[in-house]
């Protein structure tokens, strides 16, 4: 940032400083030359013809300096067949006519005909009334002083913008260092956390950074959240398979004869928990994702075609908005609407009803049968992992533990109403709308 600002201060000041040189010098450079013009107007207006057809000055030129020899400031005339009329300043020497070249207009120029002086030389031809000879005046004036006027004003700007860049780089520098001062705050409380000093930035930051600060504690908030439940989770599986563990050590020690079947029933136990927990893994691992998103019926329409060759003479109608998305993982919304589904055609009296709505900003699902119903006494025990109402038929008892705690896991819920319409269950998936 500060390079940046250096090479963009340096670029401004050095394209205005060229600008501004070569607005002074031709503003200097004019003034010069409107002094000579002055002195070239006035030789034009006080020339008049002598009785011998010569130039001659009514008046004297008013610049003394035109009497000194070598004093810088010069004039001629000069007329073809007659003598050049020179300053007393030129002494011996004459400026340079070229007599193919007339200006009617003053002409300005710079020559280096005299050694080690450069001049400035302004000419115009005039016809003076009572001759008819053109007569070419000049003014020549050194270089000398305009040159050292011009390197004055040169040193004087380069002078002012270089103070002026060095104090703007310095100033860009400062402000930079500061303004990022705040990062170098964050920096040292994220070190102080990663030591263990403290697990949240609590300084007191400027609101440019705040925000973030405020992101990066929440992400932080989050992170213990996630580890929270996985150390949970850990604890619960745990907890899940030491009882059959226990089971199967007791039996294999007491060389069981049943212990074939024993191993059986129990690693049964163990794999359906070991599920449960996998799911609940894959659900929290992805709710991190904020891109998480899936549209409901492509979902609701994959898992119908899939219930409907399990239970073929299971009937499953479908109605709502089409165009619904969730804020949810597609597997994981696939496993929700699986269970749900499947549950309604395995209990239900073969009729199967899904509709998809929104209200407000989740988005809801309901799946009716026309089964028995469950008692409202049991619609919260249901949802407890392992818990089965009707044991003649194959499962494992963990599809509405995993749809409820999945649901949770990204903001929703589900609970378990009576269906007026079909007489059976009537679940209710509540889920933020994406």
Sequence with gaps: MIGIAALWISLLLLGGGLALDRVLTNAITRNFDDGMNYVLTAMIASAEIGPDGEVLFNREPADQRFLEPNSGIYYQISGKGHEDWRSRSLWDRALKVNPNH???????????????????????????????????????????????????????????????ALGLIVLATLQTIYGLRPLRMVRHEIVRMRAGEKNRVTEPMPAEVLPMVE????????NERQAEEARTHAGNLAHALKTPLTVIMNAATAQSPDLGDTVIREATTMRRQV???????????????????????????????????????????????????????????????????????????????????????????????????????????IFDRGVRLDSGKPGTGLGLAIVRDVAEIYGGSVRLEESEDLGGVLVRLRLPAG
Excluded: C
């Design 102 to 164: 007339q200006d009617d207009a003053p002409h300005i120029y710079d020559s280096n005909q005299f050694p080690g002086e450069d001049l400035r030389v302004m000419e115009r031809s005039i016809i003076l009334p009572g001759s008819d000879t053109r007569w070419m005046f000049m003014v020549a004036q050194a270089r000398e002083g305009l040159d050292a006027q011009i390197k004055t004003l040169r040193s004087t700007l380069f002078e002012s913008f270089a103070l002026l």
């Design 215 to 222: 992101e990066l504690n929440a992400l932080l908030a989050h």
């Design 275 to 381: 599920d449960h927990h996998l799911a609940r893994a894959r659900a929290v691992g992805r709710r991190g994702a904020a891109q998480s998103r899936a549209e409901v019926w492509p979902s609701l329409d994959a898992v119908e075609r899939a219930v409907q060759r399990l239970y073929p003479d299971v009937r499953i109608d479908m109605d709502g908005a089409k165009d619904a998305s969730v804020r949810v993982e597609r597997q994981d919304l696939d496993e929700m609407l699986g269970n749900l589904v499947e549950n309604a055609a395995k209990y239900g009296g073969g009729s199967v009803f899904a509709t998809v709505g929104r209200k407000g900003t989740m988005v809801e699902i309901l799946v009716e049968d026309d089964g028995k119903g469950i008692p409202e006494a049991d619609r919260i025990r």
